[in-house]
């Protein structure tokens, strides 16, 4: 393998991408996938490149995209959380009530202080009974859901409260354009440059790559690891704020199967499952790539299952390519 | 002999693993600026014992010393904090990570950007590839992930950055395994000039010969069992064999 790589290497240099290079950007599957999606789509119906389905359609991956960079932060880290979707809706639920009740910024700090603690007892229990974390959050996942389906016996709330918190976070600013968009991407830069360009980005794809080699080395691998369960939870729960402040409505059942469609995108967007690997903006792409084929699938006049079937197929494809890349690595 | 502080001084140290006894009341002290080799079979406890003093795992009884003082690494960074810095035999570098982002692990350079600290990632590839480059391994970039290099280059990578850094004990954990004869040459010669800039070693192998002109005393280890320590001008290379190979010291060597 070394040799092969060694060759292409030298005969390719300075002209186009070498092949070590395109090996190691890992979003450059998922930007091609992206690009071919985009051309078939518009091609297929004269209405996708428009800017009112654009904008639509960055709705739905704003709220996906937000969870799944949390979920890929985590992943890289070498750890799961199947919580998120249930975070996600009682998030929404806990926000509603308490709004309602007080105010939209101090149900906001609320919530999301609440996600925060539940990430932080995903990494505990994690790390304590070692029990792999795709099993603890599974767990964390129903209880929480169960929890809430129970508590409110599956009424909705409305929301009507303040729009303070809703304006920051949703309501149109704009030719369709919503703050959730403004977060999305914020939050993609942020996340990029935290992971590539600080120490703690460092230690995050140390402690995923190898855990023991991290920790002999220095670094804290439990305290990573359970920042980044925090901020799973955060995203997840932020996502939930927006997409309730949306509809101006909570239920129980909102985003049940979720966590697995955030885990998809970072998957398509190049994250290794086995954890160690990953960037930000793949997942900015895989999250896209996810919005684009919902609406793009249902504006082609296809009945709106096809688009599980699609997704369940990119996700294999993908996942082949990443473990077909790390075999290179190796 | 004199009356100057060892630099590391552990005491009766014990480990066990389940039903394994690794170590049984160990003891052995390394003299500021000495290069102690630590020598034993497979399974003689040195991994173990080293370990111990790096942090990755407390002792389960026994005390350490560093510089006089009574220490308790709980973890491998307490022990980098106090300038102990380890090459392991396995546990060393990330495969998917590069070169580079490994050298600096735990140890990031950072420069300031406005109010935030982003990692000095030209400085981290230049000092890098110095660092490789000057123990005679060629690295086509620090960029490269490990998983592409062989085993010596993996080797020379953990210890060109164990040496950079300036510590006061240096721990090498088998160091010449996979090595070429040309890398071998020239990690002995890093590790002398270590030691003239007052580093202490502890150089742990299988092989006397790698480390006997180098080291000024030895300390034999069997089954967990200190069963040996001479000083260079004592004993042969092949009393050293001797030693582990009967598992006890020659009358005539003992004091
Ligand atoms: N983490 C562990 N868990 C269980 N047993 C262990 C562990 N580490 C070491 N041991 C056992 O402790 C004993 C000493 O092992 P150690 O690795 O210290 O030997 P060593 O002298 O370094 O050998 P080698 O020369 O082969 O590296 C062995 O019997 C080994 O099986
Ligand atoms: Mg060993």
Redesign the pocket.
Known sequence: MKEVSDNLKTETKGQVLSFSQIRRWPEFGVIIAFIILLTIFSIFSSKFLTLRNITGILTIVSELGIMAIGIAFLMIAGEFDLSVSSVYALSGFLFVTLANKFNSPLAFIITLALAAFIGFCNGIITLRSRIPSFIATLGMMLFLRGTLLAVTGGESVSYKADAIMPSLLTRYIGYGFRPSHIWFLALTLIFSMVLTNTRYGNWVFATGGNKEVARAMGVNVNKVKIINFMLSSLMASLSGCIVISRFNLANASFGTGMELEAIASAVIGGTFLTGGYGTIIGVFFGAFLMGMMRTGLVMMGAPAYWYQAFVGAILIIAATINLKLRRLEM | MQKITPLVKMVDIE?N??A?Q??KKVNVEVQPGEILGLL????????????ILAGV?PPDAGEIFFEGKQVNFLSPKDARASGIETVH?ALSLVNVMSISRNFFLGREPTKKIGPVNLLDRKKMDEECKKAVTGLGVRVRSPHEFVSILSGGERQAISIGRAMHFKVKLLIL??PLTALSVRETKEVLRQVEKAKESGVSVIF?T?NVYHVYPVAERFVM?D??IKIGEVYKKDASPEDIIEIIATGKMPQELKS
């Open positions: 480990k693993f389940g394994v690794a170590l034993g079979d497979n399974g003689a406890g040195k991994s173990t014992l080293i370990k795992f035999q954990d088998e742990i299988h280890l089954k967990g």
